[in-house]
């Protein structure tokens, strides 16, 4: 289908950017790369009347650093960026080993972490990573910043908490120090998305674990972390039976998605599946 009428805008500069958006950010829609919305808005599930479109934003926010003790990524930053990024193998490896597994080359290349998150599809694969490694949105507006946690910004499907004048600057989290992470998912056959993934970050001690945070991509409308399962984990031993033992029936309780690829019932099989996958990977680094 041919979307809707808009119109569009191209603006040079963040501040550009965040008056477009304080001046009418009700009826506007940010364009990142585009790979969600224009097919939501092919499809008319969304039908702004203004794209402001971000690309000439990318020089401002497409970076990696490590800055005041916490990993910081800009929302412009693409998928392949991640995957790719020395800094984050050496001091957050969980990031791009989940970013290696989204969809293809052509979509890592051009689909970004902001986006991503903001368009917080149930079965993407960030926001259950960014949840297990506590990370915190940075939220822009012409009034200033304002940080959300992770764990509060997803609150449906495709619904975050960002204000329609808002933009997503920036990721942040300090970085997972002698931690053991691994991302393991399910994916759809056609296009990558999750069917069930599970982000691992899992702290390890004379072959105990000591903490835990999981999160679940897939199950749920939102990305979901439980705390009895890790509470659960602290104390057992890594060997395969201690974890499978602790991980036995948490979802069962979930009310998860069901789709055509898959029933309620799969997909909390599934996830007590990915997260042995995904701890015992983790311990076994
Ligand atoms: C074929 C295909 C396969 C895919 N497979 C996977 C997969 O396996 N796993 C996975 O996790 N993802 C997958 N994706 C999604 C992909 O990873 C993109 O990250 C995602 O589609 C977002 O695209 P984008 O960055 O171009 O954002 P856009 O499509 O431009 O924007 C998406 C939404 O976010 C908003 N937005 C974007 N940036 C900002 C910002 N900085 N501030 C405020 N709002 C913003 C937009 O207004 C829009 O509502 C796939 C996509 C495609 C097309």
């Known amino acids: 289908?041919?979307?809707?009428?808009?119109?569009?805008?191209?603006?040079?500069?963040?501040?550009?950017?965040?008056?477009?958006?304080?001046?009418?950010?009700?009826?506007?829609?940010?364009?990142?790369?585009?790979?969600?919305?224009?097919?939501?808005?092919?499809?008319?599930?969304?039908?702004?009347?203004?794209?402001?479109?971000?690309?000439?934003?990318?020089?401002?926010?497409?970076?990696?650093?490590?800055?005041?003790?916490?990993?910081?990524?800009?929302?412009?930053?693409?998928?392949y960026q991640v995957e790719s990024s020395e800094l984050l193998k050496a001091s957050a490896p969980l990031l791009p080993e989940a970013a290696a597994v989204i969809g293809d080359v052509q979509v890592r290349n051009w689909g970004t972490v902001g986006g991503s998150l903001v368009h917080a599809d149930p079965s993407s694969d960030l926001p259950?990573?960014?949840?297990?490694?506590?990370?915190?949105?940075?939220?822009?507006?012409?009034?200033?910043?304002?940080?959300?946690?992770?764990?509060?910004?997803?609150?449906?499907?495709?619904?975050?908490?960002?204000?329609?004048?808002?933009?997503?600057?920036?990721?942040?989290?300090k970085a997972p120090a002698g931690k053991k992470t691994s991302y393991k998912k399910l994916p759809n056959k056609a296009s990558h998305y999750s069917v069930v993934g599970c982000a691992a970050v899992v702290g390890v001690a004379d072959g105990k674990i000591t903490d835990a945070a999981l999160a679940f991509s897939g199950l749920a409308e939102v990305p979901l972390r439980f705390d009895e399962l890790e509470n659960n984990l602290v104390g057992k031993s890594t060997d395969a039976a201690s974890i499978e033992e602790a991980c036995k029936g948490f979802a069962s309780g979930v009310d998860a998605l069901e789709d055509l690829h898959g029933s309620q019932d799969y997909r909390r099989a599934m996830a007590e599946v990915f997260a042995k996958r995904a701890i015992l990977a983790a311990v076994s680094r």
Do not use: C, W
């Open 1 to 79: 289908m041919i979307p809707s009428a808009f119109d569009y805008y191209n603006p040079a500069s963040l501040d550009e950017a965040l008056q477009m958006l304080a001046e009418d950010g009700e009826n506007s829609k940010v364009m990142a790369g585009g790979h969600s919305l224009i097919p939501a808005m092919r499809l008319r599930l969304a039908q702004p009347e203004k794209i402001i479109d971000i690309q000439g934003l990318r020089p401002h926010l497409s970076y990696i650093k490590e800055e005041d003790g916490l990993i910081k990524i800009g929302a412009m930053t693409t998928h």
């Open 128 to 173: 259950s990573v960014m949840l297990a490694l506590d990370a915190e949105m940075v939220l822009t507006s012409v009034k200033g910043e304002r940080v959300e946690p992770a764990l509060s910004f997803f609150s449906g499907i495709l619904q975050t908490t960002i204000e329609p004048d808002e933009l997503l600057t920036e990721i942040r989290f």
